[in-house]
């Protein structure tokens, strides 16, 4: 927990009291959630949402994902909920679920980045449940990261990436989950999962009683959907086998590089809630490039390895006529 640096009567306010007193003046608060930390705003607050977007250095027109505290509070976000909707909010929420719905009118266009649709989600951290509950409304946040760089999942990434910028940052410890929530666009039939994440794409068809589109064509996509994403300094080589891995790590190290491999086994679930700091810690040992055995594409594994592949992605600032707006 830190706050506004010299503020004696700070240490007096319980945090959930001091991040409630915080949204409500238009301030910004790091909070944990199951997933990662995210960076919260009034989201009825224009102002306020600006900030976020100052103090990431995220480009502007990038939609936010609206935390509430319960499917009850869909009405004043959003209109026309079809039916699987409902049905998914049932059986994933709270959780690590986002569901691309049409935006109800009063919603601002930073919120949304102009777009039709809302991204909302209720989070199952109780941490953020309870801020969510004390504040009564929604919060408007992106994952607590400087764009580009890997999403925090724990109180200290925040604090490394964003420091003194952030009022509040409320300490939850490390994220349970440890990668994004899944996104699902529910405006297009049948419905697109747009980024895979802790929800399992095996759960949400198994809840609908049919397949979902994997969104090839893109059309769901939004800013910060696009390759070369959540990446470390280091760059990032993947190889199907811990052979290939030594192989390669070899290769590296003999033409000067400083390499390491990363191979830690099937367990999709701790790979998920490790990669992260991980990656964190190549960058904080100076790896040039780190070689990266992916888990399995099932359950969790498909969000891990999502992530690699993006983190593995010719830079934006690297590769002449690549997007520079393709990081949240
Ligand atoms: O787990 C998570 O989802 C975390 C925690 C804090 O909730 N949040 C998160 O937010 O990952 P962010 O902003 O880092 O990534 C959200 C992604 C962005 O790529 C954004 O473009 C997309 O969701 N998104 C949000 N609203 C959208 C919309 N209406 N249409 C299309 N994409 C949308
Ligand atoms: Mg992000």
Known sequence: MSGPAGDPSSDDEAPLARA???????????????TVYGLGADARSPDAVRRIYAVKGR????????????????????????EEASLLAAACWPGPLTML???????????????????????????ALSLLRTFGDGIAAPSANRFGRVSPTTAEHVRADLGD?????????????????TIIDL?????????????????????????????????????????????????????????????????????????????PGPDAVRYAHELYGWLREADDKGVDVLVVVPPPAEGLGQAVRDRLRKAAAPRAD???????DDAT
């Open 59 to 82: 480009p502007p027109g990038h939609p936010l994902i609206v935390h509430v505290a319960s499917a009850e509070q869909l009405p004043s976000w959003t209109r026309d909920v079809p």
């Open 165 to 181: 910028a952030v009022d509040v940052i409320l300490d939850g410890g490390p994220c349970p989950v440890g990668v994004e929530s």
């Open 20 to 34: 409630v007193a915080a949204l409500r003046a238009g301030r910004l608060v790091a909070f944990p959630t199951e």
């Open 187 to 263: 405006t297009v039939h049948p419905p697109v999962v747009v980024r895979p994440g802790g929800v399992a794409v095996e759960t949400i068809a198994a809840v609908l009683g049919h397949a979902v589109g994997d969104d090839a064509g893109g059309v769901s996509r939004a800013p910060g959907m696009l390759l070369s994403h959540y990446a470390p300094r280091a760059s990032i080589e993947l190889v199907e086998d811990a052979t290939s891995a030594r192989t390669r790590v070899d290769e590296l190290r003999a033409s000067g590089l400083e390499a390491e491999s990363l191979d």
């Open 101 to 127: 719905l049409w935006r109800e009118g009063r919603v601002d266009d930073v919120v949304t980045g102009g777009r039709d649709t809302i991204g909302i989600r209720v989070p199952s951290h109780p941490l």
């Open 318 to 324: 690297e590769e002449a006529g690549a997007s520079s």
